[in-house]
């Protein structure tokens, strides 16, 4: 029994020292000190990191918590940045330089496979998903969001990358903010400019992301683990100059 309850002893202590922490993060971006949340689990190599953008009036944290558990267990690298404003985020002050900023800054501090950069968004941050990644087409290797939609004004910006970026956007029947049609305008503007679209609809379901954020994610990351960039990732600049 001694042996039994030792030999259960040392696997927990093994377990907890092999569990990820979330740290905050600084990283200097345009001449201001920003911030995100870094979580990063052991991995046997250059591990998968997806940028999380959190929704209005939330910060960077809120998503990497949610994500925490399947990032741990499928040895996903997590970064969870603050917009400047917490009611949402703006282009360019928000990104995309800012994003590959914090992409640069994690790369100084985990080893991360270039090729499989992903963005998830929810809310606010999924319409900014949604907004940048056609620019970056060959930064990011795929976006899923959760509750998002592009402003129709935005449609002439989804053909200017050289790539088609695949997309997952999930959206409640009852979501108050982003409704159906909206949505599913999103998914025929970005299909029209070629870039592939899963759209899974969520009967019964309102904009409430952190309910259902367990399946909400591993969806997520069934979609975006199975696309990867075939060349070496390259940013684009936009909007900085």
Known sequence: MRHTLAAILTMLIVEAAAAATITKET???EGRARTFYLLAPPTKGPA???ILLHGSGRNGKILVDHWKKLAEKEGIVLAGPDSINSRGWTFPTDGPRFLRDVVDEVKTRVPIDERRVYLFGHSAGAAFALQISPLETTYFASV??????INPSEYGNLKLGERKVPFLIIVGTEDPFFPLKDVRATRDALEAAGHPVVLREILKHNHDY???SASIN???WE???QHALQSPQKYVEWGNQ
């Open 48 to 50: 998968p990191l997806v």
């Open 210 to 212: 952190y309910r259902r």
């Open 144 to 149: 899923a969001v959760h509750a998002g939609a």
């Open 27 to 29: 990283v200097n971006s």
């Open 223 to 225: 979609f975006l683990a």
């Open 218 to 220: 591993e969806w997520a």
